[in-house]
């Protein structure tokens, strides 16, 4: 957008800020980005006019950009709708003229001056309400001057007292709302918006996570971590200001917890290179304190030295760094290798609250704001699902709130009023933030698409988190295969910031080795791409949002992939050269990572229509879905043979490969040696199945496992742990993610409700 001076508009319940291109409804934040968002402030500056196909064309697709515009336009004006709650059909906001272009058809009301773009038309907002009448004064229509025409009417005496009584009704309501909003601290009074505002809090070249407030809202605690010695540790920072002070600078101090006095604050430090050496300690915020004395008659300022001190587990080794300090100040909870554990600051005793069963670990502990309770996660070992529990401080029975299919991201956090649960989930493919009430009536909903580690004030209504961005890049890398001379290849760079996001970008070879397809959201949402096998002439292929896991037909003519929504992950089929995919899975079930029968009649997949994620096919031009696996199964691929179907056991980290018949039947373990890092970093070739893993030299390893034979061939070395790999059929070269740059700050969310 131009101009010099952006601001906000306002319609029904929305507000969107046409500089930062955010959107609000009702004062919360809701996720409208790319294309949607633009289609959206296009419309907002021309209210009641038409805007063509044409001019949406030129502005939102230079000719440059290869795309399917209609293709295009269509999906960014269909999510519009979605993010709006709006009707084709009964439209209340973006109304379609066939074959021509949309129209913004509600009222706009410009909250600040100067957000239209040069020469753009100017908003329309609704007409001023009337003004009401006061005690003894007509409305300004109706005062009476001196020279009056004859015939001029005074104001009935009714119509005063009826707007004098409407008027102090007005007055009743905006002062209750007012007080409602009111809040008091100390001498000072400020009323709060509804309105979210989030804006980075750390800005520093290095690290920054965990974040912590303290006891009044007022200051966040959170690590650094710096490659220059003595800069890493334990950092506090004003919420309004700019300077950061260090508490502590040894590079495996982690965790703070604040005391409730503010005084204080507690944190784990790991010994050097030693995860299983960990302790509790505690430093003061203010390291040197001045004390005026008086010494033979002369005043003097006397500098008290504030030193950090370890505390006394009575030999309970701590198993995690995670801690959280009890609203009394009385205690402290940390997690042990046997369940949950209350560290007495009166006696220093040792008290377990939980007892988690074997196979599993209790982490991640969190007070209630009452301090009667203590939130934390039980982490199954064993392909059972992530939970939240609570247990009394007391201890005693523990209650489940919900479950999570996927891995937490940092301490789960009780809300302000104690009501509700939020935590960081990889649920959906990337890091996200999620609610869920403490009764668990309701299932958990996602609030924010980026966010790590949450931590939420006790005062002031705000919400932190740990955000990390990095950009990813495809590389390639040459194999060294079984019976050729080893020697060292070179990667190289095939695609360059294919995303800046943790999400994608999921490279794959075609069958006839000519190109690429990818992930990427660089058009502003996240779709999928094609390209000339060596990188050039990327092509936009999908239009739909949130599309990921690209797979090739046989043929090489066609792409199978998924795409989350509304109600679930769905499987869609799109051939090139097309600008329709076509939907296969029409349920709201999740349905993820598709790919291609050998023959190209059958499309695989994982659903949770059954008894958690098992493997399910569908016929390639649609059909009803026949369930292959029963024990467990995620992203499948089928053998060269096209007789045997290979899985993972589940979408975590190094998962089991698994194999059972194409038709179903008896499902076991390929081989204990198979063990990729992630369920996509693994690929089936002509001459078995190829995945990244682990070496004792540290870096990670391309492999080759020979069914057959069960021979197990190193056949390369890459610079980091890669999420996704695809292998030509010849097992020749390897595609794969490596990250670019990246970035850890925390995030400010002002007003968080």
């Avoid at 296009?42 to 939102?60: K, Q, Y």
């Avoid at 410009?110 to 005690?135: F, H, Q, S, W």
């Avoid at 098992?614 to 390639?620: D, H, I, N, T």
Wanted: with cysteine.
């Amino acid at each position: 957008m131009n101009g010099t001076n952006p601001g906000r508009v306002k319609f029904g319940p929305f507000e969107a800020d046409l500089y930062t291109h955010e959107i609000w409804k009702h004062g919360v934040k809701i996720k409208l980005v790319g294309q949607p968002f633009e289609v959206l402030a296009i419309l907002l500056n021309r209210p009641g006019e038409l805007v063509t196909r044409e001019e949406l064309h030129e502005r939102l697709w230079p000719g440059d950009t290869f795309v399917d515009f209609d293709h295009g336009l269509n999906a960014a004006v269909n999510k519009l709708r979605e993010a709006l709650s709006d009707s084709v059909d009964a439209p209340r906001y973006v109304e379609t003229l066939p074959r021509r272009g949309y129209r913004f058809i509600a009222a706009v009301q410009e909250k600040n001056a100067a957000v239209r773009e040069a020469g753009a038309a100017p908003v329309v907002a609704p007409p001023p309400a009337p003004i009401p009448a006061l005690p003894g004064v007509a409305p300004p229509s109706f005062i009476a001057k001196p020279d009056a025409a004859p015939g001029t009417q005074k104001l009935p005496r009714l119509f005063l007292f009826g707007g004098l009584f409407a008027v102090l009704l007005v007055i009743l309501f905006i002062g209750l709302a007012w007080i409602k909003h009111l809040d008091f601290d100390g001498a000072s009074i400020t009323t709060r918006v509804a309105s979210q505002r989030i804006r980075p809090l750390t800005s520093l070249a290095d690290e920054t996570s965990e974040p912590a407030f303290s006891p009044d809202g007022n200051y966040i605690a959170f690590r650094r971590h710096s490659d220059k010695p003595g800069v890493s540790g334990i950092y506090v920072k004003a919420v309004g200001g700019e300077e950061v002070r260090q508490i502590t600078n040894v590079a495996g101090d982690c965790c703070p917890a604040w005391a409730p006095d503010g005084q204080t604050i507690a944190f784990s430090r790991f010994a050097d290179n030693n995860d299983n050496d960990v302790g509790i300690f505690v430093a003061p915020v203010v390291k040197t304190t001045e004390m005026p004395v008086e010494v033979k008659g002369q005043k003097l300022n006397l500098t008290l030295h504030g030193v950090e001190k370890q505390l006394d587990t009575q030999g309970v080794k701590p198993k995690r760094g995670e801690l959280a300090w009890a609203p009394d100040g009385k205690s402290i909870v940390f997690s042990t290798a046997s369940g949950i554990a209350l560290l007495s600051l009166e006696d220093s005793t040792v008290r377990r609250l939980t007892a988690p069963p074997p196979l599993s670990e209790d982490w991640g502990p969190s007070f209630s704001p009452d301090g009667s309770k203590v939130l934390f996660v039980r982490d199954g070992m064993n392909d059972i699902p992530e939970e939240l529990f609570s247990v009394p401080k007391s201890g005693g029975e523990i209650t489940r709130i919900c479950s999570e299919h996927s891995r937490i991201l940092g301490p789960p956090q009780w809300s302000m009023d104690g009501q509700s649960i939020v935590y960081a989930s990889e649920l959906g493919g990337h890091p996200g933030l999620w609610r869920v009430p403490v009764e668990g009536k309701d299932a958990p909903a996602q609030i924010n698409d980026s966010g790590w580690f949450p931590a939420i004030s006790r005062r002031g209504y705000r919400l932190a988190y740990q955000r990390i961005t990095h950009s990813l890049n495809i590389w390639e890398l040459a194999l060294n295969l079984p019976g050729e001379e080893a020697s060292r290849k070179e990667q190289k760079i095939l695609i360059s910031a294919t995303s800046e996001t943790d999400q994608g970008p999921g490279p794959r070879i075609s069958p006839d080795g000519k190109k690429l397809a990818f992930m990427s959201d660089r058009s502003g949402t996240m779709e999928i791409w094609t390209s000339d096998r060596d990188g050039n002439n990327p092509v936009q292929l999908t239009a739909v949002g949130n599309a990921g896991s690209p797979r090739w037909s046989p043929n090489s003519d066609a792409i199978v992939f998924d795409a989350t929504g509304r109600n679930g992950a769905k499987i869609y089929k799109i051939k090139l050269g097309s600008s329709e995919p076509q939907l296969l899975t029409p349920d709201e079930f999740e349905n993820r990572v598709p790919s291609w029968s050998h023959d190209g009649k059958w499309i695989y997949f994982g659903s949770t229509r059954s008894n958690g994620y098992q493997v399910w096919k569908v016929p390639a031009e649609g059909g009803t879905p026949i369930q292959i696996t029963k024990e467990g199964g995620h992203a499948a691929l089928e053998s060269a043979d096209g007789n045997t179907l290979y899985y993972a056991k589940n979408a975590y980290a190094n998962p089991e490969i698994w194999q059972v018949s194409v038709d179903g039947g008896v499902e076991k373990p390929v081989s204990a040696q198979v063990r990729p890092y992630m369920w996509a970093s693994w690929a089936v070739t002509d001459r078995g199945i190829v995945f990244a893993g682990a070496s004792v030299h540290g870096r990670p390893l391309l492999r080759l496992y020979e069914p057959a034979t069960r021979r197990l061939t190193d056949l390369g070395e890459i610079n980091t742990v890669p999420f996704w790999i695809d292998v030509s059929r010849d097992a020749k070269t390897a595609v794969f993610d490596q990250p670019g740059w990246q970035q850890s700050q925390i995030m400010l969310v002002e007003n968080f409700r």
